[in-house]
């Protein structure tokens, strides 16, 4: 059975940091982009980052880029989401996912182009 498990969610206060990871179990995703998004209470999930496989790409969206960083460790089958500099607009959950096989990365941002996902980790941020 194929899972990915986030961890490393909290409840911190603006201008903090966390750290999120995502473990992967039942097969590897060494050769998949994997992916972070995060859903707010009653708004959408939105695209928050992404890296490809060789770590080679990596594309934020515009509104964590210079605060968030995105990192995976093939080795463990393993992918991180170091948050720095925390704001209260960054309370959501936060879902990691790998890229479906033959992902385009032109298409990194869409929660479609993404066959797998976690169960969510919450993170929120005090103002």
């Known amino acids: 059975q194929v899972q990915l498990v986030e961890s490393g969610g909290g409840l911190v206060q603006t201008g903090g940091s966390l750290r999120l990871s995502c473990a992967a179990s039942?097969?590897?995703?060494?050769?998949?982009?994997m992916g972070w998004f995060r859903q707010a209470p009653g708004k959408e999930r939105e695209f928050v980052a992404a890296?490809?496989?060789?770590?080679?790409?990596?594309r934020y969206a515009d509104s964590v880029k210079d605060r968030f960083s995105i990192s995976r460790d093939n080795a463990k089958n393993t992918v991180y989401l170091q948050m720095n500099i925390l704001k209260p607009e960054d309370t959501a959950v936060y879902y990691c996912?790998?890229?479906?096989?033959?992902?385009?990365?032109?298409?990194?941002?869409?929660?479609?182009?993404?066959?797998?996902w976690g169960q969510g980790t919450q993170v929120t941020v005090s103002s």
């Open positions: 996912a790998a890229g479906a096989p033959g992902m385009l990365w032109s298409r990194a941002t869409l929660d479609t182009s993404y066959n797998y």
């Open positions: 039942g097969r590897t995703f060494s050769g998949n982009a």
């Open positions: 890296i490809t496989w060789s770590s080679t790409y990596i």
